[in-house]
């Protein structure tokens, strides 16, 4: 999915005319067949859609329709409209973390997780009022301007992240000796009352939640845009994973995957 940064926070201000956008917004129900969802502030249709379960990881991932993780500019947000940041507000509203890679959150340029008000009013029954953002770093450098209240450092033992200081001190979560143990990653995270997790990624380690069968629901977005050449790719749905819904919406092919437990 594409991240929100603080430049998507006013998106009416691209200067798209307001009919167009919703109408790019709609969502309509491809399998199981089903009645369109057109924009809604609280987003209460998709929220039941994508009812997220303590105990359950969910990874959220959009790729280009050549399976690339960036479009024209480099990042994932040339390949992102207004249906895919539909689905995206929609899944961080019912999580209780964002966990990504500390070079995809650098790239994308991360931000706190801002959720528009009426997401944000949803979430009364979640233990924090926003999700909070776990990112996986070795080197601690993070993106600027994050609240360490609401940011967790995960990393290795003896890497520059595992020391650092300040208001950071008790927000670093070790999980490995020599190599980030994504069971224990998951593990950690739950302790913490955080037992809904969003992972966005990056493509690395996207990949390695899923080759540890780490996964239970798989949230893929296709937009028909060539990806950038030098993009990694985005991994493939394990053949083990079946298909709980498709929508569309713009020119996005909008997918949730269930594991088989």
């Given at each position: 999915?594409?991240?929100?940064t603080?430049?998507?926070k006013s ?24 009645e369109d969802?057109?924009?809604d502030?609280?987003e ?5 859609l994508y009812?997220?379960r303590?105990g359950?990881?969910r ?7 050549d399976?690339?993780a960036?479009g024209?500019d480099g990042?994932?947000?040339s390949?992102?409209?207004p ?17 990504v890679?500390a ?6 340029r991360?931000?706190d997780?801002?959720l528009?008000d009426?997401?944000?009013a949803?979430?009364?029954s979640?233990?924090y ?17 994050l609240d ?8 290795v ?13 008790s927000?670093?979560?070790?999980v ?8 224990t ?8 009352g ?17 080759s540890?069968g ?9 937009a ?5 050449e ?7 749905v394990?053949a ?6 498709q929508?569309?919406g ?7 995957w269930?594991?088989?437990?």
């Amino acid at each position: 999915m594409t991240p929100q940064t603080t430049d998507e926070k006013s998106r009416s201000g691209t200067g798209e005319p307001v009919g167009q956008a919703s109408t790019e917004a709609t969502l309509r129900r491809v399998s199981p067949p089903g009645e369109d969802i057109p924009p809604d502030d609280s987003e209460q249709a998709l929220r039941a859609l994508y009812a997220h379960r303590p105990g359950v990881l969910r990874l959220g991932m959009i790729r280009s329709r050549d399976g690339r993780a960036a479009g024209p500019d480099g990042s994932s947000r040339s390949l992102g409209g207004p249906a895919d940041l539909r689905v995206l507000h929609t899944l961080r509203s019912v999580a209780d973390v964002v966990l990504v890679g500390a070079q995809t959150a650098r790239r994308e340029r991360y931000s706190d997780i801002a959720l528009p008000d009426a997401l944000a009013a949803a979430r009364s029954s979640l233990r924090y009022r926003q999700p909070h953002l776990a990112i996986v770093t070795r080197s601690g450098i993070l993106p600027p301007g994050l609240d360490p209240s609401t940011t967790w450092v995960v990393t290795v033992a003896g890497s520059r992240a595992a020391a650092l200081g300040g208001p950071w001190a008790s927000r670093v979560i070790e999980v490995g000796g020599t190599d980030i143990s994504p069971r224990t990653l998951v593990r950690e995270l739950n302790s913490r009352g955080l037992t809904r997790v969003l992972c966005e990624g990056g493509p690395t380690l996207a990949t390695r939640m899923l080759s540890r069968g780490l996964v239970d629901e798989y949230c893929l977005t296709t937009a028909d845009v060539e990806g950038a050449e030098t993009a990694k790719q985005i991994p493939e749905v394990p053949a083990a994973m079946k298909l709980a819904h498709q929508l569309s919406g713009g020119e996005f092919t909008i997918e949730r995957w269930t594991a088989s437990r």
